[in-house]
């Protein structure tokens, strides 16, 4: 139990997770920043025509999982100054921003292990490996936490 009020509790709530949200960014920017070189390697253009596809849903879910990551940064500082309700509301919105940005992360970091796996590898072990990294992010970022969440 704790001696918190609704107040204390939303802004304690808002900390935590802009909090998060600065542990999962630097991740996300690293990978776009990786993939919006690699067309203008040489290499690139010998690359085939569904790896070409891969890497433009690698780029625009990382693309997309940035700007959901830092729109709650925005949102409150927009809003920085609102009362109970809205902030509440902020924090409700921010939550669900982060968990979609969480997961084209994972999309991104899937595609890109795909990418890479395929070019040293062949289609199999890229399959392979990438379908290894959905089931681990799955688990670990979605399936965990949701089993927890029911038991609890």
């Given amino acids: 139990m ?6 204390e509790r939303v802004d304690r709530e808002l900390i935590e997770l802009l909090n998060e949200i600065r542990v999962a960014l630097p991740g996300v920017q690293v990978l776009f920043a990786f993939l919006l070189i690699l067309p203008f390697q040489q290499s690139f253009s010998q690359v085939s025509a569904e790896d070409k596809a891969v890497y433009a849903l690698a780029l625009l879910a990382s693309a997309l999982a940035a700007a959901l990551l830092i729109a709650p940064s925005m949102y409150h500082r927009l809003n920085f100054r609102g009362g109970g309700e809205r902030k509440e509301q902020m924090l409700f919105d921010s939550n669900k921003l982060v968990i979609v940005g969480t997961i084209l992360t994972g999309l991104g970091v899937a595609c890109a292990v795909y990418l890479v796996v395929d070019v040293v590898y062949g289609g199999t072990a890229a399959i392979v490996a990438t379908m ?3 089931i681990v992010y799955g688990a670990v970022w ?7 969440k029911r038991w609890a």
């Fill in 142 to 148: 979605l399936g965990l936490p949701l089993v927890r």
């Fill in 2 to 7: 704790t001696d918190e009020d609704p107040k």
């Fill in 132 to 134: 290894a990294v959905l």
